[in-house]
């Protein structure tokens, strides 16, 4: 495969009950290219959490995930608030969701470090009142 594989997905930022649905379709469609169990896994969970972080604190945003022969790799991108404190938005724990939203279940403060565990790289690009840039790598040897 010289040209990688390309999916894009749009992330509502109204509404909680379809977050998530491009971690859910990505993951088929990967189960599709028989990539292996433990891949799918990690990329899933990875995309998951930076579906749930646009909605919570963004209004939403894109997600793209480029399927090349060595790597996966996810790009999501907000023009949200951005992040002010990235060491401390990286602290397992450390939250800025609004309790509304933890009443659901949401905002432990788990999203980012549980991006970064799940994949082999990660860069965090953001401007405070612009926006967010994430983007992840997954090796697949």
Known sequence: MSEPLIFHFDVDGDNFTSAGQASVTIKKDLRRLGLSSEIIRRVSIAMYEG???????AGGGVADVR?????IEIVLT???????????????GFSTAPDAIRSLGFGAG???PNMKRYTDD???ETVVGEGTTITMR????
């Open 67 to 71: 399927v090349f022969e060595e790597y």
């Open 138 to 141: 997954v090796n697949l040897t």
């Open 122 to 124: 990660m860069k965090i």
């Open 78 to 92: 907000d023009r949200g608030p951005g992040i002010s404190n990235i060491d401390q938005a990286m602290q397992e």
């Open 110 to 112: 788990m999203g980012l």
């Open 51 to 57: 579906e749930i972080n646009m909605v919570i604190h």
